[in-house]
């Protein structure tokens, strides 16, 4: 007969094999903004416009953000909406948390670092490094966790951005 800890244990174990590239549970370093900026192959402002949540095979649940593209800063989506999935949500009564999953809320305007998630499908992304992926920005254009104008920030970013690919090229054009 299993215990309560060896059932519990087993199912951890199983679970941290199953997850999505990006559910990283929180246990990585805090990536600078500039690893974000390399790392990520599409960041953007908008406006979050839905949210669904869907218990998928295997049991597992997930949300699907859809986000209304306000402006591009890296990368091409090709098209003015774009759906992020997010470990996590409620389904049916039943809640699955993850430890460092963001939350979003319909109407909220982000700023978001996304990895495209080509083993689910090449039109939804997830988030780099999970929160660590996810700015809040609030009605002033303040964006919140840091306190720091949206525009000045944006600016930030594709500095980033351009001296990464100013070394890219000089690295590999020869």
Known sequence: ????????GSAALSIIFILPPGSELGFQEELTLQQKAIKADLILVGKVTDAETREEPKGMIYTYITVSIEENIKGNPGK?????????????GIAAIWEGMPSFSKGERVLVFLLQDLRFSPDCFFLVRGNQGKYSIAPNNIVLSIGKPLPEFVDEIRRYISISSWFLFRCFAY
Do not use: A, H, N
């Open 1 to 8: 007969m299993k215990t309560r800890s060896s059932v519990f």
């Open 80 to 92: 003015d909406k774009i759906i992020i999935r997010v470990t996590g949500g409620e389904v049916d």
